[in-house]
């Protein structure tokens, strides 16, 4: 075998064909965009390179074929929050052969340990958290875009060379009709009578507004989460612009009390079914055919990414009101399903919000760490009890 980096177009294509050798009999595997993968790994669109590194590597088997690859990168500028720096490890692939899939993992730590790493997260994203984050651990159904669809075996490489789990996301899902609408709008209506609280749908001629006040609802209330990084209109502004081909307005809000922004709900139409044909390849005939199938589309399953309530406004019944907001008779009608944002296990707040929405765990991604240092000691996070049908 041998390790190549992955430095020009040439080993770009051999890092895209990894995968394909690996699915090819997987009806549930739906290839992530190459330009979305590789637009992480380029400065010039991936912010956390102002303060980062990353590097990419691709094995290749005796017969010079692509077997295996994995990205490694590490964030200076957030390790100066943690007890000890911590590198990433993600967009692992590997056919089922245990000595490639240690060499793979080598091959990263080293380069980790070398730019300064104590311990080790995988598989993780090099940036936003709510994507391309841990190993499928539940729930083997056809993946949501942007998240991690792997093989079971996986699990078994990740475990055999020292990784031990860290921390569990949970993806929750339920049938838009399910959702408990006539208490929630007794709530809404309750509180309508004595305060001032009104939702606004997103209207992109407002999105200077929307960004700001998006922005500050966010800041405000995740700022106290180990991760957190805080988020600034004009990068908000930026995901609008780049996801309005798919946007849906009727699913995205921001909430008000007394004229401030106390809450947010953002959900976009699911696009990952139509993505299938295009084997990750979202150009020249491939668009016109991934418009034409979204024009066709009936239904869509709704994903959630992001949802927050102010702290000043928790008690104010913002989330009754966002909800009465999310089940009109047209998402209703188009969105049967419904993904939540992605929650860890032990946000156990934001868990408790969530099943108040007679939701259920779809699936379960596990992040892993490893120490790569003898002082280093890993204190995993909280663990939910998952049942097994789950």
């Known amino acids: 075998m041998t390790i190549i980096e992955v430095q020009d177009k040439k080993d770009w294509k051999l890092f895209h064909r990894v995968p394909h050798r690996i699915y090819t009999d997987d009806p549930n595997w739906i290839c ?21 590194e990353a590097q990419l590597f691709v094995l290749l088997d005796e017969q010079g074929a692509p077997a295996g690859r994995v990205a490694a990168f590490i ?18 692939e590997c056919i089922n052969q245990a000595e490639y899939a240690r060499a793979l993992f080598e091959r990263a730590e080293s380069w980790l340990a070398a730019h300064g790493a104590a311990a080790v997260d995988g598989p993780v994203n090099f940036g936003e958290r709510d994507k391309y984050w841990g190993l499928l651990d539940k729930g083997f159904d056809p993946p949501l875009f942007q998240e991690n669809y792997q093989p079971r075996y996986y699990k078994q490489f990740f475990t055999d060379n020292g990784y031990l789990p860290f ?27 004595t305060s001032n609280v009104h939702l606004e749908m997103y209207n992109p001629a407002n999105l200077d507004r929307y960004a700001e006040d998006f922005c500050e609802v966010y800041n405000a209330g995740f700022r106290h989460f180990q991760h957190f990084k805080p988020i600034v209109p004009e990068q908000m502004k930026r995901v609008m612009k780049q996801a309005a081909p798919i946007l849906d307005p009727q699913l995205l809000c921001v909430a008000y009390f007394e004229g401030k922004p106390a809450g947010f709900c953002a959900f976009f139409p699911d696009i990952n079914p139509l993505l299938q044909p295009v084997r990750g390849k979202l150009s020249g ?42 089940a009109t008779p047209h998402n209703l009608s188009i969105y049967k399903d419904m993904f939540l944002t992605t929650v860890r296990a ?34 995993p996070h909280e663990f939910m009890e998952i049942p097994e049908t789950a």
């Open 32 to 52: 992530p965009l190459e330009d979305d993968i590789r637009s992480i790994f380029e400065p010039a669109s991936n912010k956390v390179f102002e303060h980062g």
């Open 75 to 92: 964030d200076h500028e957030r390790n100066k929050t943690l007890p000890y720096p911590v590198g990433g490890m993600g967009f692992f």
């Open 167 to 193: 921390e569990q996301v949970l993806t929750l899902k339920g049938l838009t009709t399910d959702i408990p609408l006539d208490r929630m709008k007794m709530v809404a209506e309750r509180i309508r009578r």
């Open 285 to 326: 005939l491939n668009i016109l055919r991934f418009l034409w199938n979204k024009r066709r589309a009936k239904q869509f399953q709704a994903k959630g990414i992001g949802f927050g309530i102010h702290p000043d406004y928790k008690t104010k019944g913002i989330f009754a009101f966002i909800v009465e907001f999310m």
């Open 346 to 379: 032990h946000n156990k707040e934001a868990v408790s919000i969530y099943l108040k929405l007679a939701v259920s765990i779809d699936r379960v991604h596990i992040a892993y760490r490893k120490a790569l240092r003898p002082d280093v000691v890993i204190e």
